[in-house]
Structure formats: structure tokens, C-alpha cells
């Protein structure tokens, strides 16, 4: 009888590649260790398996939270709920959705549960508890790595003994971005960079610091970052574009190097993704409640309409129009791949069979105004194509959550 857990590494990478949908791959990880093992390798690829992406559903265990509408839930209401005794059918599992089955599979795993979760690339989504412990973990292996304490970010609020730090716990990191793969335990060339605070301003990290180190950038209230050529690039409201080089910790440079074209809503989110070695900046238009436009002054709920996508352009010689150093070309096709964006690290994933191409995946990320709705977020998810300009659904939209809204796991 064939001893399959002796197969050679490089034999098991070959099968693990041929592997399209996530549902082969989680049980080629079960097989034994040695299989499992061969996540290490493959996820340098940050498209793994790259045909089928899955949803993360909201957390089985937050029906227990108490419910809120627009009020932010105290620090003393939320610590005893969690630690609350009681069973919860299902309270360790987190429910995924996907694409090449239209089904819903359940996993043990409680590392993600009863957490703000954010999808960070490369497979690995960073946690954040209501005790103020951030981590990153890789579903597949379980596996967890300790980021610096959400305390010990600069501090954005001032706490007093009516207003702790759980008190915004899961509204105070909005974005995360992974630099490289942790492997292996080797993680000095991973740098998590996020979005935090009240201001929404950029903070960095490496696995085993002790604090989250502040970029200082002429600009807030940011959406969006992208690691692209060993330096980070961020979009802030206004659709300005900043490079941010952190290679020398003391001697961070910062620079703005573009911006959209004028007549854009600053409430509408905007994305930054690397396609085929250059930058798209995606502005995703925003109507309904909240976006005070006046046709839709009637409308209980806000809504994705719509789309722009612009591609970063160096300029040779001449100047933007804004003074900047790129120009924004707007650009109507993504060709034969798709667009991921939510609470999520942006990813353009090529077309199959599963992911239809020139298309935009977008989940409801949109916390300001999902904190007064009292469900929570989640409704605003759908399919946007990019030729036609019209949206449909990709899964039944049912699934609210005032902490962790479905997410891409990609």
C-alpha cells in the first residue's frame, strides 16, 4: 500500500497547482502535515487556488451581541457578552460561500470568531478581538501570528473611565495590506500595513514588533493601500495618491504623486489594486441614504451604482493637470481578469468558469453608514460589469453584521 505521506514536496506542489477550487485544496491540506505543509510554498503566490475565491460569512456567535443602532456598544455590555458560558450551536465555526459550488461550508474555527476580520492577502486575514489583541491567521493551517497590541497604535480618541478602548474596537482598524507571505516562521520582510483611528491615517508594523510606527503624511481620512515595487501606495477620500517608502525606518518618504480628476464625490470609497506592472485606482460610486443625492432622498439604504477605474500614467515632461507627477487615465476594460474589493486586500483575479471576466466583486465596506443601520452591513454586495455597466447579485445578500461583514478570502 502506497505510503502517500512520503511523496516527495515537489511532487505534491505539482498537484497542489492543478488544484482550482478551494474545496480540493482544504482537502489536500487535511491529507497529513507533510501536505499541509506545501501552503508554505505555494503561498508566495498570492493567488492560491486562483479560480474560485470564497466569502466569509458573518460570525455564527454574534446573534449573541447585543444589536445597535448607531450607538457604539460599551466596552462593559460587550466583554460580558462574549464571555458569556452559554453554548452557541455553531459558536466556533465560520461559514464560507463559494463560487464554483453556490453552496455554504462550515469550518472549525474558532481563531476568527467573535473578531473584527480583515483580509490582508496572501490567504492570511488579521483579527482583531475585543480585548484589544491583533493577529494574523492563515485559515487553512490555523496558523497565528502576534501583531503589535491595538494600544499600542498612537493614540487617535482620549480615553477616560466613560470611554475605553473596546468601545471602537471593531471600527479602529478599516484596512489592512501585507507587504510579503510570512514563511516559515521568517517574517522580518513582512510589513502589515493599516488604515486606523478616527482620522484614518497609516500606521506600519513587522510580526514581533512591539508598537504600530505612524507615517507621517500630509493628508487623512484614507481607503485604500497597495504594496507594489517594495513601496506602499495609499488614496486618500479625495482621491489623492501617496507613495510611501519605509525602507529606513528613521528616514520615511512620503510623497503625492496624483490625483483624480476633479467632480468626484469624496464619500464615494476609492480602491488601489497593481494590474499587469502598473496601479489602477477604482472610485466606486455611492448613491442612497448617506450620499445626499437628491433622487434618491427617499431611499432607506445605500447602494453601489456604479464604477470609474483609472490607470496611474508617469508623465514625461509635462505635468497633470494637477501639478502631479502621474496622470489619471480613465480605462473601461480589465481585459480577461476581475476585480475583488471590500475589507480586503484589492486583487485582480484572472477569469474561469467560477469568476466571470471584466467584472468588479464588491462587499459592503462601508462603515460609516452601515453603523446606523441596525442590522449592520453587509447589503451592499454584487457583481458590477465593467462593459455594460450593469450590477447582479453573486450571492444572497442576507448576511449583516455590525463587526465583520462578509469579506473576500482570497
Known amino acids: 500500500m502506497a505510503d502517500w505521506a512520503t511523496l516527495p514536496i515537489d511532487i505534491l506542489v505539482l498537484i497542489a497547482k492543478r488544484l482550482e477550487f478551494f ?39 454574534e446573534k449573541k451581541f447585543p444589536m445597535v443602532t448607531g450607538d457604539m456598544i460599551s466596552s462593559e455590555m460587550l466583554v460580558k457578552e462574549v464571555e458569556k458560558k452559554e453554548h452557541i450551536e455553531g459558536m466556533n465555526k465560520r461559514r464560507f460561500f463559494s463560487f464554483s459550488t453556490s453552496k455554504i461550508y462550515e469550518f472549525e474555527l474558532p481563531e476568527a470568531t467573535r473578531k473584527k476580520c480583515l483580509g490582508v492577502g496572501y490567504g492570511w486575514l488579521l483579527t482583531i478581538d475585543y480585548d484589544l489583541q491583533i493577529k494574523l491567521l492563515h485559515p487553512y493551517t490555523r496558523k497565528q501570528i502576534d501583531m503589535p ?33 510570512p514563511q516559515n516562521n ?3 520582510d513582512c510589513i502589515i500595513l ?10 506600519y508594523a513587522k510580526p514581533g514588533d512591539e ?34 517608502d519605509i525602507s529606513d525606518v528613521n528616514d520615511s518618504k512620503v510623497a503625492a504623486i496624483a490625483r483624480i480628476p476633479d467632480g468626484f464625490n469624496p464619500l464615494n470609497r476609492k480602491y488601489l489594486v497593481e494590474s499587469s506592472g502598473c496601479i489602477l485606482l477604482i472610485i466606486r460610486i455611492g448613491r442612497g441614504a448617506g450620499f445626499d443625492y437628491e433622487e434618491d432622498i ?5 447602494y453601489t451604482s456604479g464604477f470609474s477605474i483609472f490607470k496611474l500614467e508617469e508623465c514625461h515632461g509635462e505635468r497633470s493637470s494637477h501639478n502631479y507627477p502621474y496622470r489619471m487615465t480613465r480605462i473601461d476594460n480589465l481585459g480577461d481578469k476581475s476585480l475583488f474589493v471590500g475589507y480586503n486586500a484589492s486583487v485582480l483575479l484572472p477569469s474561469s468558469r467560477c469568476v466571470k471576466a471584466n467584472c468588479i466583486y464588491f462587499s459592503d465596506d462601508n462603515l460609516v453608514l452601515y453603523s446606523e443601520q441596525p442590522y449592520g452591513g453587509g447589503h451592499d454586495t454584487g457583481i458590477f460589469d465593467v462593459e455594460s455597466g450593469s450590477i447582479s447579485l453573486h450571492y444572497a445578500s442576507n448576511f449583516m453584521s455590525h463587526i465583520t461583514p462578509p469579506i473576500w478570502f482570497i
Open 23 to 61: 474545496e480540493d485544496f482544504i482537502g489536500f491540506c487535511v491529507v497529513c502535515k507533510s501536505w499541509q505543509s506545501v501552503t508554505s510554498i505555494l503561498g508566495k503566490d498570492r493567488t492560491l487556488p486562483p479560480q474560485s475565491p470564497w466569502v466569509m460569512l458573518t460570525d455564527i456567535a
Open 149 to 181: 497590541h491595538l494600544l499600542s497604535f498612537k493614540n487617535q480618541y482620549n480615553y477616560d473611565k466613560d470611554f475605553k478602548p473596546q468601545d471602537v474596537v471593531y471600527s479602529f482598524v478599516t484596512k489592512a495590506v501585507m507587504s510579503s507571505n
Open 186 to 188: 521568517c517574517n522580518e
Open 194 to 203: 493599516a488604515i486606523y483611528g478616527e482620522y484614518r491615517v497609516l500606521a
Open 211 to 244: 508598537v504600530w510606527t505612524n507615517i507621517n503624511v500630509p493628508s487623512k481620512v484614507f481607503t485604500d493601500v497597495v504594496y507594489y515595487k517594495e513601496k506602499f501606495y495609499a488614496v486618500d477620500c479625495h482621491g489623492v495618491v501617496f507613495v510611501c
Open 298 to 302: 427617499d431611499r432607506l439604504f445605500y
